[in-house]
Protein backbone atom coordinates (compact mmCIF):
# COMPACT_ATOMS: atom_id res chain seq x y z
CA UNK A 1 0.00 0.00 0.00
CA UNK A 2 1.29 3.08 -1.23
CA UNK A 3 2.29 5.94 1.87
CA UNK A 4 3.58 8.68 1.69
CA UNK A 5 5.74 11.15 4.50
CA UNK A 6 6.97 14.68 4.73
CA UNK A 7 9.17 16.12 6.70
CA UNK A 8 9.42 18.22 8.56
CA UNK A 9 6.39 18.75 10.38
CA UNK A 10 6.41 22.15 10.83
CA UNK A 11 9.36 24.74 10.10
CA UNK A 12 9.69 27.89 10.75
CA UNK A 13 12.35 29.95 8.99
CA UNK A 14 13.35 33.91 8.85
CA UNK A 15 11.85 36.43 5.38
CA UNK A 16 14.85 35.69 2.73
CA UNK A 17 16.04 31.87 3.25
CA UNK A 18 15.97 29.31 1.05
CA UNK A 19 14.14 26.10 2.27
CA UNK A 20 13.54 22.54 1.47
CA UNK A 21 10.66 20.67 2.02
CA UNK A 22 11.05 16.50 1.48
CA UNK A 23 8.48 13.76 0.21
CA UNK A 24 8.70 10.02 0.42
CA UNK A 25 6.73 7.26 -0.99
CA UNK A 26 6.93 3.69 -0.32
CA UNK A 27 5.93 2.35 -3.83
CA UNK A 28 8.45 3.99 -6.88
CA UNK A 29 5.50 2.99 -9.37
CA UNK A 30 3.93 6.55 -9.70
CA UNK A 31 2.14 7.54 -12.31
CA UNK A 32 3.00 11.61 -11.03
CA UNK A 33 3.71 13.50 -8.42
CA UNK A 34 1.59 17.02 -7.14
CA UNK A 35 2.83 19.33 -5.01
CA UNK A 36 -0.29 21.66 -3.13
CA UNK A 37 -0.17 24.71 -1.17
CA UNK A 38 -3.12 24.63 1.40
CA UNK A 39 -4.00 28.35 3.40
CA UNK A 40 -5.94 27.46 6.83
CA UNK A 41 -9.72 27.20 6.00
CA UNK A 42 -8.92 27.26 2.21
CA UNK A 43 -8.87 24.42 -0.27
CA UNK A 44 -5.41 23.06 -1.65
CA UNK A 45 -3.74 25.24 -4.78
CA UNK A 46 -2.04 23.12 -7.21
CA UNK A 47 2.01 24.17 -7.01
CA UNK A 48 3.47 22.02 -9.73
CA UNK A 49 2.89 18.69 -11.09
CA UNK A 50 5.81 16.19 -11.85
CA UNK A 51 5.24 13.35 -14.55
CA UNK A 52 6.95 10.09 -13.85
CA UNK A 53 9.37 10.42 -16.90
CA UNK A 54 10.57 14.21 -15.52
CA UNK A 55 13.13 14.98 -12.95
CA UNK A 56 11.98 18.79 -11.85
CA UNK A 57 9.66 21.62 -12.74
CA UNK A 58 9.96 25.01 -11.94
CA UNK A 59 7.44 27.82 -11.32
CA UNK A 60 8.69 31.38 -10.52
CA UNK A 61 10.68 30.20 -6.63
CA UNK A 62 9.49 27.10 -6.89
CA UNK A 63 11.52 23.98 -8.10
CA UNK A 64 10.31 20.85 -7.27
CA UNK A 65 12.09 17.34 -8.14
CA UNK A 66 11.78 13.97 -8.39
CA UNK A 67 13.55 10.62 -7.60
CA UNK A 68 10.98 8.09 -8.79
CA UNK A 69 13.75 5.15 -7.83
CA UNK A 70 14.71 6.42 -4.06
CA UNK A 71 11.21 7.01 -4.01
CA UNK A 72 11.68 10.81 -2.92
CA UNK A 73 10.33 14.34 -3.80
CA UNK A 74 11.73 17.78 -2.77
CA UNK A 75 9.96 20.95 -2.81
CA UNK A 76 12.69 24.11 -2.80
CA UNK A 77 11.34 27.38 -1.99
CA UNK A 78 13.76 30.56 -2.90
CA UNK A 79 14.05 33.39 -1.50
CA UNK A 80 11.20 32.90 1.21
CA UNK A 81 8.38 35.75 2.41
CA UNK A 82 5.96 35.88 4.48
CA UNK A 83 3.36 35.34 2.15
CA UNK A 84 4.63 31.63 1.80
CA UNK A 85 3.32 30.68 4.93
CA UNK A 86 1.18 27.68 4.64
CA UNK A 87 0.89 23.86 4.83
CA UNK A 88 2.66 22.39 1.35
CA UNK A 89 1.18 19.08 0.92
CA UNK A 90 3.12 16.40 -1.48
CA UNK A 91 0.17 14.09 -3.41
CA UNK A 92 1.50 11.02 -5.62
CA UNK A 93 -0.58 9.69 -8.26
CA UNK A 94 -0.31 5.70 -8.40
CA UNK A 95 -1.99 5.50 -11.38
CA UNK A 96 -4.33 6.79 -14.57
CA UNK A 97 -7.53 7.36 -12.79
CA UNK A 98 -6.36 10.50 -11.29
CA UNK A 99 -6.35 9.17 -7.55
CA UNK A 100 -4.54 11.41 -5.27
CA UNK A 101 -2.73 9.74 -2.26
CA UNK A 102 -1.39 12.51 0.37
CA UNK A 103 1.03 13.05 2.84
CA UNK A 104 0.21 14.74 6.12
CA UNK A 105 1.92 17.68 5.03
CA UNK A 106 4.95 20.11 6.35
CA UNK A 107 3.19 23.86 7.91
CA UNK A 108 5.97 26.47 6.81
CA UNK A 109 6.17 29.94 8.58
CA UNK A 110 8.10 32.82 7.57
CA UNK A 111 8.83 35.13 9.83
CA UNK A 112 9.71 38.83 8.82
CA UNK B 1 -9.15 31.92 -13.45
CA UNK B 2 -11.90 29.37 -13.33
CA UNK B 3 -12.64 27.69 -10.22
CA UNK B 4 -14.31 24.76 -8.21
CA UNK B 5 -16.68 25.80 -6.41
CA UNK B 6 -18.30 24.31 -3.50
CA UNK B 7 -21.63 24.88 -1.50
CA UNK B 8 -22.66 24.72 1.53
CA UNK B 9 -19.20 26.35 3.26
CA UNK B 10 -20.29 24.93 5.96
CA UNK B 11 -23.28 22.31 7.00
CA UNK B 12 -24.14 21.34 10.55
CA UNK B 13 -26.53 18.14 10.15
CA UNK B 14 -27.77 15.98 13.38
CA UNK B 15 -26.56 12.31 13.09
CA UNK B 16 -28.95 9.93 11.15
CA UNK B 17 -29.95 12.41 8.71
CA UNK B 18 -28.70 12.51 4.93
CA UNK B 19 -26.67 15.26 3.52
CA UNK B 20 -26.14 16.53 0.60
CA UNK B 21 -22.77 18.36 -0.47
CA UNK B 22 -22.55 20.00 -3.82
CA UNK B 23 -19.96 20.81 -6.15
CA UNK B 24 -19.69 22.63 -9.41
CA UNK B 25 -16.66 21.96 -11.31
CA UNK B 26 -14.56 24.29 -13.75
CA UNK B 27 -16.55 23.98 -16.89
CA UNK B 28 -14.53 22.14 -19.33
CA UNK B 29 -13.33 19.73 -17.25
CA UNK B 30 -14.08 15.97 -17.82
CA UNK B 31 -12.76 14.13 -14.80
CA UNK B 32 -14.57 15.27 -11.07
CA UNK B 33 -13.46 13.46 -7.78
CA UNK B 34 -14.41 14.31 -3.76
CA UNK B 35 -11.83 13.92 -1.08
CA UNK B 36 -12.56 14.45 2.30
CA UNK B 37 -9.81 15.60 5.47
CA UNK B 38 -10.67 14.34 9.28
CA UNK B 39 -9.07 17.58 11.06
CA UNK B 40 -5.67 16.49 11.91
CA UNK B 41 -5.29 14.25 9.43
CA UNK B 42 -4.49 13.91 5.88
CA UNK B 43 -6.88 14.45 2.81
CA UNK B 44 -8.30 11.25 1.89
CA UNK B 45 -9.57 10.30 -1.38
CA UNK B 46 -13.08 8.76 -1.68
CA UNK B 47 -14.10 8.86 -5.19
CA UNK B 48 -13.33 9.75 -9.03
CA UNK B 49 -16.05 10.06 -11.62
CA UNK B 50 -15.67 10.28 -14.98
CA UNK B 51 -17.97 9.76 -18.32
CA UNK B 52 -21.42 9.56 -16.23
CA UNK B 53 -19.55 6.78 -13.60
CA UNK B 54 -17.88 5.90 -11.21
CA UNK B 55 -13.96 5.16 -12.14
CA UNK B 56 -12.25 4.58 -8.82
CA UNK B 57 -13.30 4.49 -5.35
CA UNK B 58 -12.00 3.96 -1.97
CA UNK B 59 -12.44 1.50 1.30
CA UNK B 60 -13.79 4.85 2.76
CA UNK B 61 -16.83 5.28 0.08
CA UNK B 62 -18.99 2.16 1.02
CA UNK B 63 -22.56 2.15 0.46
CA UNK B 64 -23.56 4.84 2.56
CA UNK B 65 -22.27 7.50 -0.05
CA UNK B 66 -23.30 8.32 -3.21
CA UNK B 67 -22.19 10.97 -6.55
CA UNK B 68 -23.98 12.34 -9.45
CA UNK B 69 -23.87 14.52 -11.67
CA UNK B 70 -27.27 15.90 -11.89
CA UNK B 71 -27.13 17.92 -14.92
CA UNK B 72 -24.00 19.78 -17.21
CA UNK B 73 -22.97 21.48 -14.45
CA UNK B 74 -23.03 20.21 -10.68
CA UNK B 75 -21.48 16.89 -9.13
CA UNK B 76 -22.87 15.94 -5.53
CA UNK B 77 -21.57 13.81 -2.93
CA UNK B 78 -24.95 12.24 -0.95
CA UNK B 79 -24.13 10.88 2.66
CA UNK B 80 -26.98 8.38 4.12
CA UNK B 81 -27.71 7.82 7.38
CA UNK B 82 -24.62 10.29 9.09
CA UNK B 83 -22.03 9.14 11.31
CA UNK B 84 -20.26 11.25 14.17
CA UNK B 85 -16.87 10.09 12.16
CA UNK B 86 -18.44 11.16 8.91
CA UNK B 87 -17.42 14.91 10.45
CA UNK B 88 -14.46 16.39 8.37
CA UNK B 89 -13.96 18.92 5.70
CA UNK B 90 -15.11 17.45 2.07
CA UNK B 91 -13.42 18.69 -1.25
CA UNK B 92 -14.17 18.44 -4.57
CA UNK B 93 -11.38 18.76 -7.06
CA UNK B 94 -11.42 18.59 -11.28
CA UNK B 95 -9.35 17.83 -13.58
CA UNK B 96 -9.87 18.55 -17.45
CA UNK B 97 -8.17 15.32 -18.92
CA UNK B 98 -7.10 12.09 -18.32
CA UNK B 99 -6.08 13.57 -14.70
CA UNK B 100 -2.83 11.50 -14.32
CA UNK B 101 -1.54 14.16 -16.53
CA UNK B 102 -3.31 17.04 -15.16
CA UNK B 103 -3.22 19.23 -12.39
CA UNK B 104 -6.20 18.53 -10.22
CA UNK B 105 -8.54 22.03 -9.45
CA UNK B 106 -9.84 22.22 -5.56
CA UNK B 107 -12.79 23.99 -4.21
CA UNK B 108 -12.54 25.49 -0.79
CA UNK B 109 -14.65 22.72 0.90
CA UNK B 110 -17.59 22.08 2.57
CA UNK B 111 -16.90 21.68 6.43
CA UNK B 112 -19.46 19.17 7.56
CA UNK B 113 -20.45 18.97 11.25
CA UNK B 114 -22.43 15.73 12.59
CA UNK B 115 -23.97 16.57 15.90
Known amino acids: KQEVTQIPAALSVPEGENLVLNCSFTDSAIYNLQWFRQDPGKGLTSLLLIQSSQREQTSGRLNASLDKSSGRSTLYIAASQPGDSATYLC???????????FGQGTTLQVKP | EPEVTQTPSHQVTQMGQEVILRCVPI?????FYWYRQILGQKVEFLVSFYNNEISEKSEIFDDQFSVERPDGSNFTLKIRSTKLEDSAMYFC?????????????FGDGTRLSIL
Open chain 1, 91 to 101: AVIPGNTGKLI
Open chain 2, 27 to 31: SNHLY
Open chain 2, 93 to 105: ASSPRQAGNQPQH
